[in-house]
């Protein structure tokens, strides 16, 4: 059974760019999570999708933005890239939106931004 | 601020022994707290949860205390194998809080043979 897949495992972009990661979550599951892990310090959460509507939102800028797709597919892009965007970016799926069913992470997006 | 501490950023324990993790928090909000397994090039792995109604919760060689009134939880591993060298996370969630988990920085354990 194919797990939580996030594309592109690895990408470099420069100051200002745009970026967008895109995860397909575990079938059957309706919740996409995405979290930011920079280089030390534990993930962080960025954004909650479930039946396609937002659920949560972390404490990020509005250069943050996701979506979730008919498919349950998300999206997650980011706008005016700063060297500070540079991290892993965690993507989790989900068969409830609440809390008591586990979240099954992706390996994650690695962004490098020069 | 950080809600979720883990004090100790590596740990190494000898094949066979206990090994113990240790959680801080300071969000009295929080009533559901997990931990997870980080192996490097992989996404974070569930371990095992506790609900902040219990004071314990055990899954094989794994089991989580949690003290409200210290806010503190910890992770024990029984007996410790190499296989469980990795970085671990604790995380915690407020019940209104959706699925947003608040993780602590890891602490990267090391089983010696």
């Known amino acids: 059974d194919a797990g939580v897949t996030q594309s592109p495992t690895h990408l470099i972009k420069t100051r200002g760019q745009h970026v967008t990661l895109r995860c397909s979550p575990i079938?059957?599951?309706?919740?996409v999570s995405w979290y930011q892990q920079v280089l030390g310090q534990g993930p962080q959460f960025i954004f909650q999708?479930?039946?396609?509507?937002?659920?949560g939102r972390g404490n990020f800028p509005d250069r943050f933005s996701a979506r979730q797709f008919p498919n349950y597919s998300s999206e997650l892009n980011v706008n005016a890239l700063l060297l500070g965007d540079s991290a892993l970016y965690l993507c989790?799926?989900?068969?409830?939106?609440?809390?008591?069913?586990?979240?099954?992470f992706g390996e994650g997006s690695r962004l490098t931004v020069l | 601020d950080q809600q979720v501490k883990q004090n100790s950023p590596s740990l190494s324990v000898q094949e066979g022994r206990i090994s113990i993790l240790n959680c801080d928090y300071t969000?009295?909000?929080?009533?559901?707290f997990l931990w997870y397994k980080k192996y490097p090039a992989e996404g974070p792995t569930f371990l095992i949860s506790i609900s902040s109604i219990k004071d314990k919760n055990e899954d094989g060689r794994f089991t989580v205390f949690l003290n409200k009134s210290a806010k503190h939880l910890s992770l024990h591993i029984v007996p410790s194998q190499p296989g469980d060298s990795a970085v671990y996370f604790c995380?915690?969630?407020?019940?209104?809080?959706?699925?947003?988990?608040?993780f602590g920085q890891g602490t990267r354990l090391t089983i010696n043979p």
């Open positions: 999708y479930y039946e396609k509507e937002e659920r």
């Open positions: 079938s059957g599951h309706k919740s």
């Open positions: 969000n009295s909000m929080f009533d559901y």
């Open positions: 995380a915690a969630s407020a019940s209104q809080g959706a699925q947003k988990l608040v």
């Open positions: 989790a799926s989900s068969a409830r939106t609440g809390l008591g069913g586990e979240l099954f």
